[in-house]
């Protein structure tokens, strides 16, 4: 059901499958090629595709854009907080590249944007507790995951899935009531190139309203600064207006948008990208 994940004989690492109906460059390898832009072309081609995403650092784009990528985000200081790093698109298909609900996208986005650095709007409640997810917890996260998304570009619905990448690298976090997780987070770090996406928010649906994906998302930030990382960003979908203003409200910078780019909540979606440089900042409490 889900995109495949493939590591190309260049140590690129790729997704792609029909699931989001793409092929997305993850990774771009330390042998990269000039023939990497058209390879992945001719792949999407074949599997008729229709779009190609490209993350990709400003020192391998030139060769992309002689290919007829385009530009849709930038994130500054990406790699090590020093290189930056171009979100690319190449589309097969005019109408997944046509933009079908821009008005409501545009209307969220102003009202993410004026509401920057506005902060956390609502205090913890005592009864709730912030924590790190352990391995027992992965079933009753995948439940989590299984009641917000009807679909999602990775397979969070599974224990199993949740398991091997909690063992791996990324940090799930969550928000407990009477010992229940009742929302979620994760942190998916490339110690690498020290960066993380802040990513797979959800709350249960009778608990929406009190601004939990605010605290976890500051939670993260303080455990991803102890960790010395020092850009995350996140890709949150344009559609949703209160992800966009959690984002903002905490001191994120948007980046650029992604059309109609990802598998999420039943339907193809475009999706917006924010960052923050974590350089600067100090351990604060939720």
């Known amino acids: 059901m889900y995109d495949k994940l493939e590591t190309l004989a260049c140590g690129s690492e790729i997704q792609h499958g029909k699931y989001n109906n793409r092929i997305y460059l993850m990774k771009v390898g330390e042998n990269v090629k000039k023939t990497l832009p058209n390879f ?6 074949k599997n008729n595709y229709s779009k ?15 290919n007829g990528y385009k530009k849709e985000a930038k994130i500054p200081y990406f790699y ?10 190449y589309y097969l298909s005019d109408t997944r590249s046509v933009e079908n609900s821009l008005d409501i996208i545009d209307s969220n986005l102003d009202i993410a944007i004026n509401k920057k650095n506005n902060g956390i709007s609502k205090k913890l409640p005592s009864n709730f507790k ?12 995948a439940e989590i995951y299984k009641k917000v998304f009807q679909s999602y570009p990775f397979p969070i619905h599974k224990p199993e899935y949740l398991l091997e990448t909690m063992r791996t690298n990324i940090d799930y ?13 994760s942190a998916e770090i490339d110690v690498k190139s020290s960066n993380v996406e802040m990513t797979d928010f959800a709350t249960l649906p009778e608990y929406l309203g009190n601004g939990f994906a605010q605290h976890l998302l500051v939670e993260m930030e303080n455990e991803m600064i102890k960790k010395e990382i020092k850009t995350a960003y996140t890709i949150a979908r344009a559609m949703s207006a209160g992800m966009n203003i959690t984002f903002s409200k905490i001191g994120y910078n948007f980046a650029g948008k992604l059309t109609n780019n990802t598998n999420i909540s039943g339907q193809i979606e475009s999706m917006n990208v924010w960052y923050k440089n974590l350089n600067k900042i100090t351990n604060r409490s939720t």
């Not at 992945?40 to 081609?45: G, T």
């Not at 990709?56 to 060769?63: A, M």
């Not at 976090?173 to 929302?183: D, H, P, R, T």
């Open 130 to 141: 912030l924590c790190k997810c352990i391995e027992n917890d992965v079933k009753e996260m």
């Open 80 to 89: 090590n907080g020093k290189e930056n790093c171009l979100f690319l698109a």
């Open 40 to 45: 992945l072309i001719e792949l999407a081609e």
């Open 173 to 185: 976090f969550g928000i407990k009531l009477n010992e229940k997780l009742i929302a979620l987070s």
């Open 52 to 66: 190609i995403f490209a993350k990709v650092s400003e020192s391998n784009v030139q060769n992309f854009y002689l």
